[in-house]
């Protein structure tokens, strides 16, 4: 069972933010529950809004109570004790220095401590949190020390090269950890894991007998108060840039014996992903924007409509993009992948469809398929025929399923990221070369997206995303599974 079994202090810079408030306190939370963290450790908060310690921990303690089922207030009262703030601003050297002090106050004489800076802060203040973090003696070389950067990491792979800079300037590989909280979910981890338990399903995964696969990640939810971020960043780097591509590099990776190796195979997938040759790169994707709709018996307001958003956001909520990969069993198959916003359902899921039997008679409804859901009703499907009664060749769906539950050691995905960062294990984080592998295929899109005469199709709130969307996978004889 992972446990943090050294003590350590936690210092997370964007502790006002929403994704301290939805993710990173609930995270600490469930680890004290599971009786996953030492004797000695300190939780710091960093942000330019002031705030006491008292209010600090109310802070945190509301974000928990609102995004937690059932809380024990007596674990989250002993979580509270190791919770403090620190008030500055992100180019002040002078907050930093601070902030190293009282640091160093709260850990005293403690052996093998490990500090963990946590940057969960806009692209705009990234640069000088570096430089401070640098010169104002938060890295303490002195001690085990780990920078977990959120993705996405820059804006393009231009910023991207500028942040990785800095990054590399003053922090060693091994000090890096760029987190994607995909990668911390046990379902999309349990990809690499059903391939490598089950022969049978490893031997179907190759291009003499898949026709395409499809990746789509749903959300019913618009902005959710994030219309700051969102509009800026817009949902190719939101969900495509890492995500998307990640789940896709997991399933069409080699097959690795030792789960030590699944870093460097998941990079040369990446690495082996491509745009395919296209006149035009409308060919190759489309792009839309929730208008509003009825969902619930509620009407919901346009993208347009939402506080924060200008009237004339051109900013994608929904995307659809054709890659192709370079890999010797997987070449020729396509690869589709899909994500929006304000959408009927929420869903992550893996469709894997298969090629016709060449030699069949009869006529089949549907093509064999195995969908592999790792959000929503996580679980596995297996979609094959059977032949109805009589003498006519003709067949009827039979679909095989099983949820994807997990059992025994089971931990929300950032705090396994956490877990993991403090034990100094970076299999599941990214490094700078997937990073930059993944703007590679991202840059030309977004630069097509950003253009005005570009098409950007507008889709009802609730439904399944534009009808251009199906008009695009339509051009390549495929409909949307």
């Excluded at 500028?162 to 349990?190: M, Q, T």
Aim: positive net charge; hydrophobic residues 40%; charged residues 25%.
């Amino acid at each position: 069972m992972l446990s943090a079994n050294h003590p350590f202090s936690f210092i997370l810079f964007g502790a006002s933010g929403h994704l301290a408030r939805i993710k990173i306190f609930p995270a600490l939370y469930f680890l004290a529950l599971k009786k996953r963290l030492p004797e000695h450790y300190n939780i710091v908060g960093f942000a330019r809004t002031k705030m006491t310690d008292a209010e600090f921990r109310e802070h945190f303690a509301s974000a928990v109570r609102e995004h937690v089922l059932e809380v024990n207030e007596i674990v989250l009262a002993e979580l509270l004790i190791h919770v403090s703030y620190h008030a500055g601003q992100y180019d002040s050297i002078a907050d930093f220095k601070a902030l190293a002090v009282k640091l160093r106050k709260l850990e005293g004489s403690e052996k093998n401590l490990v500090r963990l800076v946590y940057l969960s802060i806009p692209p705009s203040v990234a640069g000088a949190t570096l430089d401070n973090l640098c010169a104002g003696n938060i890295h303490d070389k002195k001690i085990g020390f780990r920078c977990i950067v959120e993705k996405p990491v820059g804006a393009d792979q231009k910023s991207f090269e500028e942040v990785n800079a800095k990054l590399s300037s003053c922090f060693k590989p091994e000090e890096i950890y760029i987190l994607d909280h995909y990668l911390g979910k046990e379902a999309v981890r349990n990809i690499y894991y059903l391939r490598h338990a089950n022969p049978v399903i490893e031997r179907l995964l190759k291009n003499t007998l898949i026709n395409s696969v499809q990746i789509t990640a749903a959300e019913s939810s618009g902005l959710e108060g994030r219309a700051g971020y969102f509009d800026a960043v817009g949902t190719l780097r939101d969900m495509f840039q890492s995500h998307l591509i990640q789940i896709a590099a997991l399933l069409m990776m080699r097959l690795v014996n030792d789960p030590k190796d699944i870093k460097a195979a998941r990079l040369d997938a990446v690495k082996k992903f491509y745009l395919p040759p296209a006149g035009d790169l409308s060919e190759i994707i489309v792009q839309g924007q929730y208008g509003t709709g009825l969902v619930s018996g509620k009407k919901l307001p346009a993208y347009r409509e939402e506080e924060g958003v200008s009237k004339k956001s051109r900013t994608a909520t929904y995307a659809a993009v054709r890659l192709m990969t370079r890999s010797s069993r997987w070449e020729g198959v396509p690869i589709f992948l899909r994500s929006g916003k304000r959408l009927k359902t929420k869903e992550t899921r893996i469709a894997i469809e298969f090629q016709e039997s060449a030699t069949l008679v009869g006529k089949n409804e549907t093509k064999n398929r195995l969908d592999i859901i790792l959000q929503g009703e996580a679980g596995m499907k297996l979609y094959l025929q059977t032949k109805l009664g009589g003498s006519e060749p003709k067949f009827r769906p039979l679909v095989m399923e099983d949820p994807l539950v997990c059992m025994g050691d089971c931990l929300v995905e950032h705090s396994l990221l956490l877990l993991e960062a403090i034990a100094g294990n970076q299999q599941w984080y990214l490094d700078s070369e997937e990073v930059r592998a993944c703007w590679r295929i991202i840059d030309p899109l977004q630069k097509y997206l950003d253009d005005p005469k570009s098409l950007l199709a507008t889709y009802e709130s609730g439904s399944t995303g534009p009808k251009e969307a199906d008009d695009f996978i339509g051009r390549f004889g495929e409909r949307w599974l």
